[in-house]
């Protein structure tokens, strides 16, 4: 079955991040059709009260408050009527099971929520989503509003079907939009001039229909993550994909350290794949 954008969910904190998240989550929406599914979570805090339940009961209704003026200016503007969840619990652990409840296609969510900023360092709830989510995740960096993608980054190790992910990455762009399909390898072998032609080639016919230019580099070799960080940043890329066969180990749970450094550390929004199988082509 192929991929479609047609229920997005977009946790909620009233940080700036979290609100430059929907902002990005409501052009998806609206370029895709899509619902929305605005997850508000209260995580229980340690407290000597013996009235613990009527202070989380308190805070849920005061946030539901909030934020139903919030859906209900979005709703005004963009036509869009998104729906509220809320939740109490684990903030991480309820994205993911909330997003397995709404069979969501798209998390989008800040990379630091209203605990803070640490440069170079994403928040510890984006990254458990991104590491158990089921479906693909984009995550919003804070201090910048991303409406639209125009020139993506996607890093691939120089194997046949490396590009299959596109069939996830083409919903996020328009026509004319650019594609820098990064290599990644040291070894010099590998690095002939043909190798990245021949694995977009197999996509090759996508890639025509979409009106999307692809662009094929090799990396400078100083390390997987340092070269797919330094050409997002050379070539300002707006946009970086991340893909299970970026780190040579591949099982549930788990994000090798390339791929790790590259979610920490990047300074555009970050697209996710981990969660979705890889096709098989016929």
């Known amino acids: 079955m192929s991929y479609s954008i047609s229920r997005i969910l977009v946790p909620i904190d009233i940080s700036e991040t979290s609100l430059n998240a929907l902002d990005t989550c409501i052009a998806l929406a609206k370029k895709h059709g899509a619902s929305i599914t605005v997850l508000n979570v209260i995580e229980p805090k340690f407290s000597q009260s013996d009235d613990s339940d009527s202070f989380d009961t308190s805070i849920l209704s005061n946030s539901e408050d909030v934020l139903q003026a919030l859906l209900g200016s979005i709703q005004h503007v963009h036509e869009i009527k998104p729906r509220l969840v809320q939740r109490k619990g684990n903030v991480a652990e309820a994205i993911i099971r909330v997003s397995i409840e709404e069979h969501s296609d798209l998390i989008v969510m800040g990379t630091h929520g209203a605990s803070g900023y640490r440069d170079g360092f994403v928040g510890s709830t984006t990254y458990s989503v991104m590491k158990y989510a089921e479906c693909p995740v984009l995550s919003i960096p804070p201090k910048r509003k991303f409406s639209c993608f125009t020139r993506a980054v996607f890093p691939i190790r120089p194997v046949s079907g490396a590009l299959a992910r596109y069939d996830v990455l083409c919903h996020f762009l328009g026509r004319q939009s650019k594609v820098d399909v990064l290599g990644l390898s040291y070894r010099k072998m590998e690095r002939g001039t043909r190798v990245l032609?021949?694995?977009?080639?197999?996509?090759?016919?996508?890639?025509?229909?979409?009106?999307?230019?692809?662009?094929?580099?090799?990396?400078?070799?100083?390390?997987?993550?340092?070269?797919?960080?330094?050409?997002?940043?050379?070539?300002?890329?707006?946009?970086?994909?991340?893909?299970?066969?970026?780190?040579?180990?591949?099982?549930?749970?788990?994000?090798?350290?390339?791929?790790?450094?590259?979610?920490?550390?990047?300074?555009i929004p970050v697209l996710s794949t981990k969660g979705v199988g890889v096709p098989s082509y016929a």
């Not at 580099?217 to 946009?239: K, R, T, Y």
């Open 197 to 267: 032609e021949k694995i977009v080639e197999e996509i090759g016919r996508q890639i025509e229909a979409d009106g999307v230019d692809v662009n094929t580099a090799w990396g400078g070799g100083e390390g997987i993550s340092e070269d797919v960080l330094h050409h997002a940043q050379q070539s300002l890329n707006d946009l970086i994909v991340v893909t299970s066969l970026l780190d040579v180990a591949n099982k549930p749970g788990f994000i090798g350290p390339h791929t790790q450094k590259i979610i920490h550390s990047a300074r």
